[in-house]
C-alpha cells in the first residue's frame, strides 16, 4: 500500500471510532427527521444507506489497522505512537528519542512494514482509494499529509542546497 495512505490511516486510527459514533448520531437524526422531510423517500433511503456504507468502510479500516499494529512490536508500537497517536500526555514519558537519525530511519522502516501489512490484509491502493477517499474525513486528511510532505521535501531541498554552498565555499578556501 503507498506510505501516504498509510500516513492517512495511522493518523485517522485514533478518530476512527469517534466518527462513527457521529455516523450512529447523523443516521438517527435522519430517521427520525424523516417524519417531517418532505424529500422523496427513496432520498432519504439513499442518505442514510451512505451514512451506513460511510460506517463499514470507516470500522473496516479500523480492524485493517489495528490488525496491523498487533503485529508489532512493543518497541515499534511506541516508535508509532509517538508520531501518529500521541497517547501519552507528556514527550518525556517514551523512551525513544525523536532527535536521534536513527528515529528517523525507524519511522521509514516502520512505515514500509505497516504499509506491507495492511496490503498482505487486503487494504491496497485500490480499495483505500475506492472505498476511503470517497469520504471527506480521509480525502482532508490526504490533503493534509501530501501539504505536510511537500513542506518537508521543500525543507530539505533548502537544507541541501545551503550544503552544497557551505561545501563550494570551503572547497575555493582550501584551493585558494
Known amino acids: 500500500m503507498n506510505t501516504r495512505y498509510t500516513k492517512v490511516a495511522l493518523y485517522a486510527f ?3 471510532i469517534k466518527l462513527t459514533e457521529q455516523i450512529n ?7 427520525l427527521s424523516s417524519i417531517s422531510d418532505v424529500s422523496p423517500a427513496i432520498r432519504q433511503y439513499e442518505k442514510i444507506t451512505e451514512f451506513t456504507y460511510q460506517k463499514k468502510v470507516i470500522l473496516s479500516l479500523y480492524v485493517n489497522v489495528n490488525s496491523a499494529l498487533k503485529k508489532l512490536s512493543g518497541k515499534e508500537l511506541e516508535y508509532l505512537d509517538y ?3 500521541r497517547t501519552s500526555k507528556s514527550v518525556k514519558s517514551y523512551s525513544i528519542n525523536p532527535a536521534s537519525r ?3 530511519r525507524v519511522q ?3 512505515l514500509k512494514k505497516v504499509s506491507q501489512i495492511l496490503e ?4 491496497t491502493d485500490e480499495r483505500f482509494k475506492k472505498e476511503c477517499l470517497q469520504i471527506e474525513f480521509f480525502r482532508e486528511m490526504l490533503k493534509r499529509v501530501t501539504e505536510k510532505e511537500k513542506a518537508v521535501t521543500k525543507r530539505q531541498i533548502k537544507s541541501f542546497s545551503g550544503e552544497n554552498k557551505i561545501v563550494k565555499l570551503y572547497k575555493t578556501a582550501i584551493s585558494a
Not at 498482505?120 to 487494504?123: N, Q
Open 25 to 31: 448520531e447523523l443516521v438517527e437524526k435522519k430517521a
Open 102 to 104: 536513527n528515529y528517523f
Open 83 to 85: 508520531k501518529y497517536f
Open 108 to 110: 521509514i522502516r516502520l
Open 120 to 123: 498482505r490484509g487486503g487494504y
Open 14 to 16: 485514533k478518530h476512527l
